[in-house]
Nanobody
Framework: QVHLVESGGGSVPAGGSLRLSCAAS????????MGWFRQASGKEREGVAA???????TYADSVKGRFTISRDNAKNTLYLQMNSLKPDDTAMYYC???????????????WGQGTQVTVSS
């Protein structure tokens, strides 16, 4: 059982930045594919960014150039640096992990509880 705990959410004005963290109870985080997803009120969960076990990254078009996914293997932690935030980025953000590569598809086996991000205009 993989345990994932997100943190770093909050309320920021448009144009601001936040860094989300996801602490993983995985012995070897680099062996997993991991992703960040978000779900706004009344909308379906959507993939935001993903990082594969080989370090390759994938981003949704809506966040390219603004968000950066990364991981610290020594700390077993996944990050999402979010810059130039927009009100449309407001959502609950979740991290996910799996040994299978799902990229931005919400098929990951393991999920965290989420952290809320609110961007005001």
């Amino acid at each position: 059982q993989v345990h994932l705990v997100e943190s770093g959410g909050g309320s920021v004005p448009a144009g601001g930045s936040l860094r989300l963290s996801c602490a993983a109870s995985i012995y070897s985080i680099y062996a997993y594919s991991m992703g960040w997803f978000r779900q706004a009120s009344g909308k379906e969960r959507e993939g935001v960014a993903a990082i594969d076990s080989d370090g390759s990254t994938t981003y949704a078009d809506s966040v390219k150039g603004r968000f950066t996914i990364s991981r610290d293997n020594a700390k077993n932690t996944l990050y999402l640096q979010m810059n130039s935030l927009k009100p449309d980025d407001t959502a609950m953000y979740y991290c996910a992990a799996d040994r299978i590569t799902w990229y931005l598809l919400p098929q990951y086996k393991n999920w965290g509880q989420g952290t809320q991000v609110t961007v005001s205009s």
